[in-house]
Structure formats: C-alpha cells, structure tokens
C-alpha cells in the first residue's frame, strides 16, 4: 500500500492483479486498485473531477480524466473516509498510476488538488 497526505486529505492505494480478467496472449492485462480517501482536516471536503497518469512498461503513457470516481462525488465529512475499487487495463504486465483528486472544501467553496501517490501495477509472475 502507497499513501500520501495533501492539505489533511490521506490518499491510498491497494492494488491486486486480476489473472481471471487478463489475457496475456492478447496483451491485455487487467489490474484492480482500492483506493481510501481519509479526511483528517476540520471542515467537510467534496471530490469533484480526477486526473490520472497511467503508464504501461513498454512506453505507452494515458491521461484519463473526469468528474468524481465511479460515478459519484462524494462528501467526505471530517475524521470520515470514502472507499472505492476500480480498475485499469495495461498491454503489458508492468505499469504504474498516479494522479490527483480535485477537492471542493464546503465551507468557502475553496477548490484544491490532492496528490494521487503514483502505484505499480505488476503481475505477480515478474516480481519472480
């Protein structure tokens, strides 16, 4: 797991290899990632657009970018936390993710980013 804090919002990440989803003859591999969004600050926080950077190994670099995650934008109140799974498709077995959150602070409507700590992506048979 990866984390990082930005403004008293703590980012991490968790990241499982999905071999039932991937199929390597094609150069199709498929991760998940969990991501925790804690907001350790005094006043309620929403998440309003992402941005990621997602790098595959043989050089390949995409940008995806978009309102909330998973469909939602979600508020996330002091001292609480919001969960969620989502997933990435590399052509290659290695990768890796970064990116940031754009936050909306409730109380005066002041918009700030949080760092998304960058993440590999690596099917377990490579790290043999």
């Known amino acids: 797991m990866v984390n990082t804090i930005t403004e008293g919002v703590k980012v991490s990440v968790e990241t499982l290899y999905q071999q039932e989803y991937s199929n390597p003859a094609n150069e199709h591999f498929m991760f998940a990632y969990k991501v925790t969004i804690e907001n350790m600050t005094g006043y309620a926080v929403q998440l309003m657009r992402r941005r990621w950077d997602i790098f595959d ?45 754009q936050m909306l602070r409730l109380l005066d409507n002041h918009e700030f980013d949080v760092k998304i700590p960058e993440f590999h992506l690596i099917a377990p048979y490579k790290l043999n």
């Open 57 to 101: 190994s043989n050089g390949v670099h995409r940008e995806v970018e978009g309102e909330g995650v998973v469909g939602l934008q979600p508020v996330i109140e002091p001292g609480d936390q919001h969960e969620y799974v989502s997933g990435c498709n590399l052509k290659t077995e290695m990768g890796s993710m970064k990116g940031e959150y």
